[in-house]
């Protein structure tokens, strides 16, 4: 399984738009990328996932440059129901195991 | 939308004591998880279930761990003998595996809170 790199910790403010990169040198031609939100003492909820390109759904959108070695969380508009851990996880069938790393923490702030 | 769902909420043991988590998967789903998170640590795999087997388990799972499909709805995880650094959240999750939609969106329940004393 690729090794995902993310920021440990990000802060915000209401209102605005707030990207997460994360770098995923060693990804592998069948990998998917995939992100999940998990608020404190909850478990993780899927966001979004993507292969190439661009993905939006109602609550997030991801961007997936060409050699897929990074990908950007984006999140409109952002509000203090945000604040979340938010991990991002690389990985081949649809099936398997989920192997989180530490995500990063975003604090919106009013 | 459809959940999963997890009981209890809070279980607190002796040390040595057996404990069984249970779950309560999405009906239609097909394939099964359990993951612990330790306070203030990542969430970790223990182990996943397809087909009335276990199909993968990491490390952590040793045999003090099992894991049942009792009666095809509930889906337990049991600590035979517990000890102080198996207090965690413990998390079970299943997926559809059906190929279709979100193939990769496991759908997590709410946890376990685990304190062993």
């Known amino acids: 399984l690729a090794k995902t790199t993310q920021p440990i910790s990000m802060d915000s403010y209401e209102g605005q738009e707030v990207n997460i990169t994360c770098s995923h040198n060693?990804?592998?031609?069948?990998?998917?990328i995939t992100w999940y939100q998990q608020f404190p003492s909850q478990g993780p909820r899927f966001i979004i996932q993507?292969?190439?390109t661009k993905v939006t759904n109602e609550v997030a959108s991801l961007f997936i440059p060409a050699d897929r070695k990074s990908s950007t969380l984006s999140l409109p508009r952002v509000s203090l129901s945000d604040t979340a851990v938010y991990y991002c996880?690389?990985?081949?069938?649809?099936?398997?195991?989920?192997?989180f790393g530490q995500g990063t923490t975003l604090q919106v702030k009013p | 939308e459809p959940e999963v769902t997890q009981t209890p909420s809070h279980q607190v043991t002796q040390m040595g004591q057996e404990v069984i988590l249970r779950c309560v998967p999405i009906?239609?789903?097909?394939?099964f998880y359990w993951y612990r998170q330790i306070l203030g640590q990542k969430v970790e795999f223990l182990v996943s279930?397809?087909?009335?087997?276990?199909?993968?388990k990491s490390e952590i799972f040793d045999d003090q761990f099992s894991v049942e499909r009792p009666d095809g709805s509930n889906f337990t995880l049991k600590i035979r003998s517990t000890k102080l650094e198996d207090s965690a959240m413990y998390f079970c999750?299943?997926?559809?595996?059906?190929?279709?939609?979100?193939?990769?969106?496991?759908?997590f329940g709410p946890g376990t809170r685990l304190t062993v004393t």
């Open positions: 996880l690389v990985s081949s069938g649809n099936t398997g195991k989920l192997i």
């Open positions: 060693n990804i592998a031609t069948n990998d998917y």
């Open positions: 993507g292969y190439k």
């Open positions: 009906s239609n789903h097909l394939y």
């Open positions: 279930f397809y087909n009335n087997e276990i199909s993968e």
């Open positions: 999750a299943s997926i559809g595996g059906d190929g279709t939609g979100r193939t990769y969106e496991q759908y």
